[in-house]
């Protein structure tokens, strides 16, 4: 058990921490600070967080655990916010969709303390946002990815496994290259499509109309199109090499289809939707084994 969770971020992600973790009886207190100060104060009449910090760097004072719960672009500033009361003795985690950028950041600013850094990416959400949505079951059966570098502390590693664990998530383990590359293909060109695709519609003459008349499939092909602005707007650039190299597969799978739509070729079009069809029939979320 910890005695003090510092909580930086006091939204959906961090606040769904600080509900599951107290429901698990891993934590006895929660202090917490957001740069909305109606939010801090949200989350204590909530329950999420016992104590509002008037800064990041209080909500760190005295805590044995800290998470950062705040826009990936946000973590090197956050970080110089709180290194001063940085000890080794600490675990300090993220829940960033990006890795690579958020490592850099913690090289830079944590230096001997970057051992107490262990990156981690909880695969788990929703395209709601807010304290207000904060959920204790968020990340109950979900997979979270951790991506230790070699000057990360073994026993922090570890406490970061049983922690995840013990909110009931299955933990696996990546290179940060890994996992950057993985999600560019499986999240965020799949945000960037849903973007897209939305924009392009409500761009046409009658697109509000055509709108009106979608159903079921569009709905949940395009639920993600709703996912908070900012924070995917710091996700796709700081991802921008890996995702611009998905673009372009992405683009010639289309370009292939609407060739073969062009020119009439039915065998070849249902050949390449039966394949498809049977992938995404197979495919099982998180079946990947943790290593």
């Known amino acids: 058990m910890f005695e003090q969770l510092g909580l930086i971020g006091c939204g959906l992600m961090g606040g769904s921490f600080a509900l599951a973790l107290k429901r698990a009886g891993l934590v006895k207190r929660v202090v917490g600070y957001s740069k909305s100060p109606s939010t801090t104060e949200r989350a204590r009449a909530m329950g999420v967080i016992d104590v509002e910090a008037p800064s990041a760097l209080l909500a760190v004072s005295g805590a044995d655990i800290v998470l950062l719960a705040v826009p990936v672009s946000a973590t090197e500033a956050?970080?110089?916010?709180?290194?001063?009361?940085?000890?080794?003795?600490?675990?300090?985690?993220?829940?960033?969709?990006?890795?690579?950028?958020v490592i850099d950041s913690a090289r830079r600013v944590l230096r001997d303390h970057i051992g107490s850094f262990v990156p981690c990416h909880p695969i788990a959400g929703s395209e709601t946002s807010g304290v207000e949505n904060a959920d204790a079951d968020?990340?109950?059966?979900?997979?979270?990815?951790?991506?230790?570098?070699?000057?990360?502390?073994?026993?922090?590693?570890?406490?970061?496994?049983?922690?995840?664990?013990?909110?009931?998530?299955?933990?696996?383990?990546?290179?940060?290259e890994e996992h950057d590359s993985a999600y560019a293909a499986v999240s965020h060109l799949p945000h960037l499509i849903a973007f897209a695709l939305?924009?392009?519609?409500?761009?046409?003459?009658?697109?509000?109309?055509?709108?009106?008349?979608?159903?079921?499939?569009?709905r949940d092909f395009?639920?993600?199109?709703a996912s908070d602005p900012k924070m995917w707007r710091d996700i796709l650039l700081a991802n921008r090499h890996?995702?611009?190299?998905?673009?372009?597969?992405?683009?010639?799978?289309?370009?292939?289809?609407?060739q073969m739509i062009e020119t009439g070729n039915?065998?070849?079009?249902e050949t390449l939707i039966a394949h498809a069809s049977d992938?995404?029939?197979q495919w099982r979320m998180g079946s990947k084994k943790p290593s």
């Open 78 to 101: 956050t970080l110089k916010a709180i290194k001063h009361l940085v000890t080794n003795d600490m675990l300090i985690m993220d829940v960033g969709s990006t890795k690579r950028d």
């Open 138 to 176: 968020l990340y109950t059966g979900k997979q979270v990815i951790l991506t230790p570098i070699d000057k990360t502390n073994p026993q922090h590693l570890q406490k970061a496994v049983r922690v995840w664990e013990g909110l009931g998530c299955t933990v696996l383990r990546m290179q940060p």
């Open 198 to 218: 939305m924009n392009a519609i409500v761009g046409q003459p009658h697109g509000k109309d055509y709108l009106s008349l979608a159903g079921p499939g569009f």
């Open 222 to 225: 395009t639920r993600i199109a």
């Open 242 to 258: 890996e995702l611009l190299a998905q673009t372009q597969l992405f683009r010639q799978a289309l370009q292939t289809m609407e």
């Open 266 to 269: 039915s065998e070849a079009i």
């Open 279 to 281: 992938t995404r029939a």
